[in-house]
């Protein structure tokens, strides 16, 4: 689908589905398990099977692997492990069925490499109403768009927050209600290990009231993989942070603005990129084409005009908006080129508002989300 039938076809106004969890971390994974109990048994089918499809490799093994990860949970985020508890128990799954969720990317890793999503985030000077605005493109295989939901989740002790996950998933990108936003990239590098996971990244974040707080909290964990993770905070401070197993870099926005795609742009740690061909000239173009149109736009910048950002399609098909039926992100000839723009999520997370699209943003609209209270 070229650029001018993107904008000529009416776009769908169906959403994600948006639930509220609140009390201790148990009974909010109860609920979530409870809630959301057809789709996470859809999740975890879909996910098994594409484990299976892609490496041959049989299920006791992969639910063996998954139980690895757990005591770095515990060590680091013990309300994490209950919440994966509760929902274990409210699915009606075992406990490592529902840490396979938590984990998969570690575990699809031991065999593949994908692209994922190209992040950005905007300063306050940068914008046109002077709030950092901050959010994502996310891009998993199209399965994800039916099986994912908007969760903002209250407990008695501890900040709440309002993200966008997986059904079953405890966490991957959103806000904070102490005015944290924070949106992740995949990264590519040797040294994945037991360890922390890497979709957890986010929500440990969000346990902090500051960027530079997260920060220091990021590089105490023992991480099983690579992320790169892109942060805001209330005092408009934003800020990047690449990762390796046990390495870190930070950077710094430029003219306000802040984009990443797929592979290192650090110096310390460009040494460490193991993306190649295909995959590495993908990601280098839509971090391209995210820089020109955010500074082109430098100091006009808002939630409407991020809106078309995500939506374009320019660089096809290495483009920032993936629809179903594009060629594959993946390298020409590989199995699964399934990746698409599942989600679009803008966040002013001063404000608590998250704006969301449920799949690629040129073809469906964004609808609201902010914290109850």
């Keep these: 689908m070229n650029n001018k039938e993107a904008v000529n076809k009416k776009r769908s106004n169906k959403r994600f589905p948006f639930y509220r969890f609140k009390g201790t971390h148990r009974e909010i994974g109860l609920q979530h398990g409870e809630a959301c109990r057809d789709l996470i048994e859809r999740h975890l089918g879909l996910a098994v099977d594409r484990l299976q499809r892609q490496h041959d490799i049989a299920l006791p093994e992969i639910l063996e692997e998954t139980l690895k990860y757990r005591k770095y949970v515990k060590e680091y985020s013990p309300f994490l492990d209950d919440e994966i508890v509760g929902i274990a128990k409210g699915a ?21 490499a994908e692209n994922e999503c190209t992040t950005f985030a905007v300063a306050p000077e940068s914008t046109k109403e002077g709030a950092t605005i901050i959010g994502q493109n996310a891009d998993l295989p199209e399965f994800y768009s039916s099986i994912s939901i908007i969760k903002e989740v209250e407990p008695e002790e501890g900040k709440a927050t309002l993200m966008l996950t997986p059904a079953g998933q405890v966490s991957y990108i959103g806000i904070n209600n102490s005015g944290m936003g924070v949106f992740a990239n995949f990264l590519e590098c040797e040294g994945w290990r037991e360890g922390y996971p890497r979709y957890m990244f986010s929500r440990f974040a969000l346990t902090h009231d500051s960027v530079e707080d997260a920060v220091k909290g990021l590089r105490s964990l023992t991480r099983a993989s690579s992320r790169n993770l ?36 650090s110096d310390e740690l460009a040494n460490k990129e193991r993306s190649k061909g295909h995959l ?14 955010l500074l082109e736009k430098k100091g006009e910048i808002t939630v409407d005009i991020m809106k078309e950002i995500m939506r374009d399609r320019e660089n096809y098909p290495n483009c920032l908006c993936q629809v179903p039926g594009d060629e594959s992100m993946q390298a020409p000839g590989d199995s699964g080129g399934d990746i698409v723009t599942f989600a679009s999520v803008i966040a002013e997370p001063e404000s608590g508002r998250m704006w969301v699209a449920m799949g690629p943003p040129n073809e469906y609209e964004y609808h609201s989300y902010s914290f109850t209270r």
């Design 92 to 112: 009606n799954i075992s406990i490592e069925e529902a840490y396979l969720l938590q984990v998969r990317a570690e575990i699809n890793r031991c065999f593949k």
């Design 280 to 293: 590495l000239n993908n990601s280098k173009i839509r971090q391209q084409r995210m820089e020109q149109l």
């Design 230 to 265: 892109i942060m805001s905070d209330k005092n408009g401070v934003i800020a990047n942070l690449e990762t390796t197993v046990t390495e870190d870099a930070l950077l710094n926005p430029k003219n306000g603005i802040l984009a990443h795609a797929n592979h290192y742009l």
